[in-house]
Nanobody
């Protein structure tokens, strides 16, 4: 069983930055790919970014490419999402998720989810 806890959300002005963290309880964090998803009001939960267990493979949704960076520190059992140049349309609850095997942009492939952290970007 893997428990994930997100932190780092908050209120920021457009153009600002936030770094989200995802702390994992599992002893073998490096066994899992990590994904970040977001859920805005009135929309389905959507893929944001994913990183492989080794950190060598990353993927992003087009809307955040060049602004967001996903990373991980397996020794600290923590994943990160650095968000720069934030826009009001980035406002959502952000969730981290973990899965065994390769990276994926499909939320249904992820077995473990955190409770979410709110990110609000004001214009």
């Amino acid at each position: 069983q893997v428990q994930l806890v997100e932190s780092g959300g908050g209120l920021v002005q457009a153009g600002g930055s936030l770094r989200l963290s995802c702390a994992a309880s599992t002893r073998i964090f490096s066994n899992y790919a990590v994904g970040w998803f977001r859920h805005a009001p009135g929309k389905e939960r959507q893929f944001v970014a994913t990183i492989s267990w080794s950190g060598t493979t990353t993927r992003y949704t087009d809307a955040v490419k060049g602004r967001f960076t996903i990373s991980r520190d397996n020794a600290k059992k923590t994943g990160y999402l650095q968000m720069n140049n934030l826009k009001p349309e980035d406002t959502a609850v952000y969730y981290c998720a973990a899965k065994s095997g390769p990276t994926s942009s499909w939320k249904d492939e992820y077995n473990y989810w955190g409770q979410g952290t709110q990110v609000t970007v004001s214009s």
